[in-house]
């Protein structure tokens, strides 16, 4: 069973400080990973994929994938309380699109 | 990425009883997931939804409990038979983006067993 593993948390930080979050993966031959945010009630929603090693911006999100230690992070930069959320990292397992494995989430809150 | 809309969102039934969920996409798409996620949980793949064929299942759910159409590229639908108390969960259809390696979500179906 290939999995991913992420700290539940909750991560708390302040309004306007960078919120790390983090998560390992089992399966080397992943190649794709993502970080989906998942309101309470709402459904998950993607926010950002990752391929290669190295980091990759989006606004004020950041992945980070390191393929050697197994490793995907996410930085979110000015936290804003509507940043509140759980946050889902994912990997596809091998090389397929056969299943999109989760982890369990970190909670993360923003406080104003 | 495709709307997908789920119907219904929301039901609360009885134990014994089945539900149909229906997934509708606004686009063809190849390849369609229907996901559960009890409470406090995260996601669980429950199978592949293959269009013309039977659907594949993951380890701990079978077609008995879980019947699984896809008459085409568009649309699908989840039974969720038998219910029990522990069949209460949020039931997600899902799609891979027509460039491949994207998922996207419908909004969910929240079934509450009594």
């Known amino acids: 069973q290939k999995e991913v593993e992420q700290n539940s948390g909750p991560l708390s930080v302040p309004e306007g400080a960078i919120a790390s979050l983090n998560c390992t993966y089992s399966?080397?031959?992943?190649?794709?990973f993502f970080w989906y945010r998942q309101y309470s009630g709402k459904s998950p929603e993607l926010i950002m994929s990752?391929?290669?090693?190295g980091d990759k911006e989006d606004g004020r999100f950041t992945a980070q994938l390191n393929k050697a230690s197994q490793y995907v992070s996410l930085l979110i930069r000015d936290s804003q309380p509507s940043d509140s959320a759980t946050y889902l990292c994912?990997?596809?397992?091998?090389?397929?699109?056969?299943?999109?494995?989760f982890g369990t989430g970190t909670r993360l809150l923003v406080s104003p | 990425s495709a709307v997908i809309s789920q119907k219904p969102s929301r039901d609360i039934c009885q134990r014994g009883t089945s539900l149909t969920i229906q997934c509708q996409v606004d686009?063809?798409?190849?390849?369609m997931f229907w996901y559960r996620q009890q409470p406090g949980q995260s996601l669980t793949l429950i199978a592949t939804?293959?269009?013309?064929?039977?659907?594949?299942?993951e380890s701990g759910f079978v077609i008995d409990k879980f019947p699984i159409s896809r008459p085409n590229l568009t649309f699908s639908t989840l039974t969720v038979s038998n219910m029990s108390p522990e069949d209460s969960s949020i039931y997600l259809c899902?799609?891979?983006?027509?460039?491949?390696?994207?998922?996207?979500f419908g909004e969910g179906s929240r079934l509450t067993v009594l």
């Open positions: 990752i391929y290669s090693n």
């Open positions: 399966d080397r031959g992943s190649q794709s």
């Open positions: 994912a990997a596809w397992e091998n090389t397929g699109f056969q299943k999109l494995v």
């Open positions: 899902s799609v891979l983006s027509p460039g491949g390696g994207e998922l996207f």
């Open positions: 939804a293959n269009q013309g064929s039977e659907a594949t299942y």
């Open positions: 686009s063809q798409v190849t390849m």
